[in-house]
């Protein structure tokens, strides 16, 4: 699965999954991958994936370039100053107790 906001361009979150080890890569370098509205949105599609595949038994979150990740995309967020807007995203945070429990090695 590889996730991207348009089709021109690249995908925002890398996916693979080889002998049960799941591997998602923030893939916007040149941002040091920061923590966009779509991207966040793409980890989380990808996280209920992997939950649902019982082969997966481990889960590894890596950045993509020089940074792991920036945090989140301030620029984005100063766009949207309604504090409604935040409320989802941030609960975003939250939804990893939803999942079946896999093991996080390396982030």
């Known amino acids: 699965m590889n996730?991207?906001?348009?089709?021109?361009?690249?995908?925002?979150l890398l996916y693979q999954v080889e002998q049960g080890i799941a591997t998602?890569?923030?893939n916007q370098p040149r941002k040091f991958n920061v923590l966009s509205e779509g991207l966040l949105i793409a980890l989380h599609e990808a996280l209920d994936t992997i939950a649902e595949d019982r082969a997966v038994r481990v889960v590894i979150i890596a950045g993509a370039g020089?940074?792991?990740?920036?945090?989140?995309?301030?620029?984005?967020?100063?766009?949207?100053?309604d504090r409604k807007y935040y409320e989802p995203e941030f609960w975003i945070t939250k939804r990893p107790k939803e999942r079946r429990e896999n093991n996080l090695v390396a982030v």
């Open 66 to 81: 020089r940074a792991f990740c920036a945090g989140h995309d301030l620029k984005e967020m100063r766009a949207n100053p």
């Open 3 to 12: 996730t991207t906001s348009s089709s021109s361009e690249a995908p925002i």
């Open 24 to 26: 998602l890569t923030l």
